[in-house]
């Protein structure tokens, strides 16, 4: 089973079918919706955060954690993770370090994200220990490929 967290920039293009970048996600969501092969998970005050402002998705997330397909984890424990990384990173424009919080406490195999300028820290080996494999990314069709190969 994929472990996933989706970073709020993409859930439009993930689950709402009038985006025109939803074609791109359509093996993404087929794996969370259809074929249960992926979970979402998620937490930490930051990402409620942005969940919050974004209200359709936040009510989608509770009907997906009411079904299993999405699992919120410990928000305090993603928060004290985060700041965690954030001594740890040396980059001013980076700003997702919840995201790496949520991967490392929620045990993500895959982050979907199109902030290309997060990738190298999603990457990034020092904020994670040696025994945890650093997550793949999805960020498109052409990256479908690491939903079948977890």
């Known amino acids: 089973m994929n472990r ?9 293009r993930v689950f709402d079918e009038k985006n025109k970048e939803h074609n791109e996600y359509v093996p993404l969501y087929r794996s969370i919706i259809e074929q249960k092969q992926t ?40 928060d004290k993770e985060e700041k965690r990384i954030i001594k740890m990173a040396d980059d001013s424009k980076f700003n997702d370090h919840h995201i790496v919080a949520i991967v490392i406490i929620g045990r993500c195999n895959i ?26 990314i999805y960020n498109g069709l052409s990256s479908s490929g690491i939903l079948t190969r977890n």
């Open 4 to 12: 996933i967290v989706i970073d709020t920039d993409c859930l439009s």
């Open 39 to 78: 979970i979402i998970i998620y937490g930490g005050t930051k990402y409620i955060g942005e969940l919050k402002r974004a209200k359709k998705f936040l009510k989608l997330f509770g009907e997906f954690r009411k079904t299993g397909m999405a699992k919120d984890i410990d928000d305090q424990s993603v």
């Open 111 to 136: 982050i979907c994200s199109k902030d290309s300028n997060s990738y190298e820290h999603y990457k990034n080996g020092r904020y994670y220990t040696s025994h945890f494999t650093k997550p793949k």
